[in-house]
C-alpha cells in the first residue's frame, strides 16, 4: 500500500502501525506538513528498498518461486515550472534496472486530453512530455474500471475540474508475469484523490473460499460483547470442550459471527452497499 501527502512524521504513525502489526513500514517524512509518503507491505513478503525520496519509493521483490520484478510509487511535482522532474524521475528509475517494473501513484498530470472534465483545455506540453518518458521507459497504462477521473477540485457545477491523476503503468514483462492484473478507481471518502486498486482475477474453480473469522474492533464499543464471549465459553464447557481451548475459542467465534448478524447489525455489508451507492453517485 501506497500513502501520499500523509503529512505524518514517522514518529506519528504508531497508532497505524499497532493496526496492521503484520506489516512493515518506509516512511518519508514530509517538509514541515506539506507532502509525506508511506510504503507498507506484509512481513511475509520479501520486499527491498532500493532508494526513496520526497516523490518516489522505489522497491523490488524475490518471491518464493525465486521470482523477482520492482516497483516504484510516484508522486509527482504538482506546479507546472516542477513537472519536467517527475519525467527526469521516471527515467531515472528506468536506468537503475532492468527487472520487470510496475509503476504507480499520483502523476499530477493526465496522459489524454480526455482525461480531464472542466474548466480550460489541457497543457498540452506536460501531456506530450510525459507520453514520451512513458514510450521512452517502455510504461504502459494498465486501464481501469470504476469512476474515469480520480481527482476533483471538489467545487460543484461549472467550476468543478476533474482529472485522472493517479494510475498504474507497467512494462510488457511485467504484465506478462501477471496477466490477470485490472485496476479499480474506487469511490473518493474524506479526500479529493479516489484510492485505486490493483488486484488479480483469481481462480474458483475449486469453489469460493470461505472467509476465515475476524474480530471486528468496533465491536468493542457493544456493551453486549463481553456477555456474548462469556456465554459461549460457558456453553463449550458445558459440552465438555473444558480441556479444548481452541475448541472453546471456534465456538467463540461462532456465536460472533452469529451475533454480528442477528443482532450487532452486520455492518461490513452496510458499508458495501454505501460504497456501491457512492459509485453510482
Given at each position: ?6 503529512r505524518l ?11 496492521f ?16 509518503l ?8 520479501n ?19 525465486g ?46 486530453s ?17 507520453a514520451?518518458?512513458?514510450q521512452e521507459?517502455?510504461?504502459y ?6 469512476t ?8 460543484r457545477?461549472?467550476?468543478n ?30 479526500s479529493?484523490?479516489?484510492p485505486?486498486?490493483?488486484s ?10 470461505k472467509?476465515?473469522f ?15 464471549i ?6 463449550g464447557v458445558?459440552?465438555g ?10 465456538v ?11 443482532t ?18
Open positions: 500500500m501506497f500513502l501520499m501527502e500523509t512524521h514517522d514518529t506519528e504513525i504508531q497508532g497505524i502501525r499497532r493496526c502489526l503484520d506489516f512493515n513500514f518506509l516512511v518519508v517524512n514530509p517538509v514541515r506538513r506539506a507532502g509525506g508511506i510504503l507498507c507491505w506484509n512481513k511475509n513478503l520486499v527491498q528498498i532500493t532508494s526513496f525520496s520526497k516523490h518516489h519509493v522505489n522497491f523490488s521483490v524475490i518471491e518464493d518461486t521470482r523477482e520484478w520492482r516497483g516504484s510509487g510516484i508522486y509527482g511535482w504538482p506546479t507546472n515550472q516542477d513537472k519536467h522532474r517527475t519525467w527526469i524521475l521516471l527515467r531515472s528509475l528506468k536506468s537503475s534496472s532492468t527487472l520487470p517494473w510496475i509503476c504507480f501513484g499520483d502523476f499530477n498530470e493526465v496522459l489524454y480526455f482525461e480531464k472534465v472542466g474548466a480550460r483545455g489541457c497543457n498540452m506540453r506536460e501531456l506530450e512530455a510525459f514520451a518518458s512513458c521507459c517502455n510504461l497504462d494498465l486501464g481501469s474500471r470504476g474515469s477521473m480520480t481527482w476533483s477540485y471538489g467545487k457545477g461549472a467550476t475540474v476533474q482529472k485522472r491523476l493517479d494510475r498504474f503503468f507497467t512494462t510488457p514483462d511485467w504484465y506478462m508475469l501477471f496477466p490477470s492484473s485490472w485496476v479499480q478507481n474506487l469511490p473518493r471518502v474524506a479529493d484523490h479516489s485505486i486498486l490493483l488479480q482475477e483469481v481462480s474458483l474453480a475449486g469453489g469460493r473460499k472467509r476465515g475476524r474480530f471486528e474492533h468496533m465491536w468493542l464499543r457493544d456493551n453486549r460483547l463481553r456477555g456474548v462469556e456465554d459461549a465459553w460457558m456453553s458445558r459440552d470442550l473444558g480441556s479444548d481451548p481452541a475448541a472453546l475459542v471456534r467463540c467465534a461462532e456465536k460472533l459471527n452469529e451475533w454480528n448478524v442477528t450487532f447489525g452486520h455492518v461490513q455489508r452496510s458499508i458495501r452497499a454505501k460504497i456501491k451507492r457512492l459509485e453510482t453517485l
